[in-house]
């Protein structure tokens, strides 16, 4: 009796699959390993969505974003669609750090993250996001030179920028950071200057103050003499405006001012200092 309940339920789920495969919903892999032999074949970023039964965001999507026929011709142009159970699959919740559910990972061919997202996206986040994903041929080939060797200066610094071109700008950031402890960085201080500013910029874009503001308050220790100071104390102090550190930016702008006192840089720190 029990077998036939189990047979019947087995059958009940695969009409449901074949349903939902004859209604032209997302084709979604459950194995990864095939998901990124698919995406490799050409060349497609993939979205993998963890999820679980007891999480009920995750319900929510499954009702009201996945259906959408919109979403689902996003997925048909742009991305390989995988879904993975967390309670399940442990091994690859934990490579891909899940702490919540639902767990949204854009990767590229590979199935290497370059951006997460926690929680429940609604239909029209995701399209935007599925349809903004860029052609992934470089990052592609960028990211097979690193998982050969991942202290690859040259390969880190490019996939860091492609990254930032295409708003990745947390990812990116992991990149340059990565990029700036390698052994060649620390030899050019000019390409490390130019590569810290870029990972601050990222950090002021994802409005990460505290985080910009460490990162050009170090440019500002490193690189006291650059010709870009003006520029690193006004983002400095942006960073802390961000973060709440009034004394800081305020006292970070008087500095401007006493530096370059008929700059334009000047008048800008004056004109936030009057405006605060």
Same mark, same amino acid.
């Given at each position: 009796?029990?077998?036939?309940?189990?047979?019947?339920?087995?059958?009940?789920?695969?009409?449901?699959?074949?349903?939902?495969?004859?209604?032209?919903?997302?084709?979604?892999?459950?194995?990864?390993?095939?998901?990124?032999?698919?995406?490799?074949?050409?060349?497609?970023?993939?979205?993998?969505?963890?999820?679980?039964?007891?999480?009920?965001?995750?319900?929510?999507?499954?009702?009201?974003?996945?259906?959408?026929?919109?979403?689902?011709?996003?997925?048909?142009?742009?991305?390989?669609?995988?879904?993975?159970?967390?309670?399940?699959?442990?091994?690859?919740?934990?490579?891909?750090?899940?702490? @919540?559910? /639902?767990? *949204?990972?854009?990767? %590229?061919?590979?199935?290497?993250? +370059?951006?997460?997202?926690?929680?429940?996206? $609604? &239909?029209?986040?995701?399209?935007?996001?599925?349809? @903004?994903? /860029?052609? *992934?041929?470089?990052? %592609?080939?960028?990211?097979?030179? +690193?998982?050969?060797?991942?202290?690859?200066? $040259? &390969?880190?610094?490019?996939?860091?920028?492609?990254?930032?071109?295409?708003?990745?700008?947390?990812?990116?950031?992991?990149?340059?950071?990565?990029?700036?402890?390698?052994?060649?960085?620390?030899?050019?201080?000019?390409?490390?200057?130019?590569?810290?500013?870029?990972?601050?910029?990222?950090?002021?874009?994802?409005?990460?103050?505290?985080?910009?503001?460490?990162?050009?308050?170090?440019?500002?220790?490193?690189?006291?003499?650059?010709?870009?100071?003006?520029?690193?104390?006004?983002?400095?102090?942006?960073?802390?405006?961000?973060?709440?550190?009034?004394?800081?930016?305020?006292?970070?702008?008087?500095?401007?001012?006493?530096?370059?006192?008929?700059?334009?840089?000047?008048?800008?720190?004056?004109?936030?200092?009057?405006?605060?």
């Amino acid at each position: 009796m029990i077998r036939q309940l189990a047979f019947a339920a087995l059958l009940l789920l695969i009409g449901r699959t074949q349903a939902i495969a004859q209604e032209g919903g997302i084709q979604w892999y459950n194995d990864l390993k095939k998901a990124t032999a698919a995406a490799q074949r050409s060349n497609l970023p993939m979205f993998v969505d963890f999820w679980a039964d007891w999480c009920a965001a995750c319900r929510v999507m499954d009702k009201d974003v996945y259906p959408d026929p919109k979403v689902i011709g996003a997925f048909e142009r742009k991305i390989i669609g995988v879904r993975i159970h967390f309670d399940i699959q442990q091994e690859l919740a934990r490579k891909y750090d899940v702490q @919540a559910l /639902p767990y *949204l990972v854009f990767t %590229n061919s590979n199935g290497t993250p +370059l951006l997460a997202y926690r929680g429940l996206m $609604e &239909s029209e986040d995701l399209i935007k996001v599925v349809d @903004a994903m /860029p052609p *992934l041929n470089e990052i %592609n080939r960028l990211d097979r030179v +690193l998982q050969k060797n991942k202290k690859h200066f $040259e &390969s880190l610094e490019a996939m860091a920028s492609q990254l930032r071109a295409m708003g990745f700008f947390q990812t990116s950031s992991q990149y340059y950071d990565r990029a700036i402890k390698t052994s060649e960085a620390k030899k050019n201080p000019a390409r490390r200057e130019a590569m810290l500013m870029a990972m601050g910029t990222n950090y002021l874009e994802l409005q990460a103050g505290e985080e910009a503001a460490s990162v050009f308050e170090r440019m500002l220790k490193e690189f006291p003499e650059s010709p870009s100071r003006t520029a690193m104390l006004l983002a400095a102090a942006q960073g802390h405006h961000l973060s709440g550190n009034d004394a800081k930016t305020q006292q970070l702008l008087k500095s401007i001012i006493t530096e370059q006192p008929n700059s334009e840089a000047a008048r800008t720190a004056q004109e936030l200092l009057d405006s605060r």
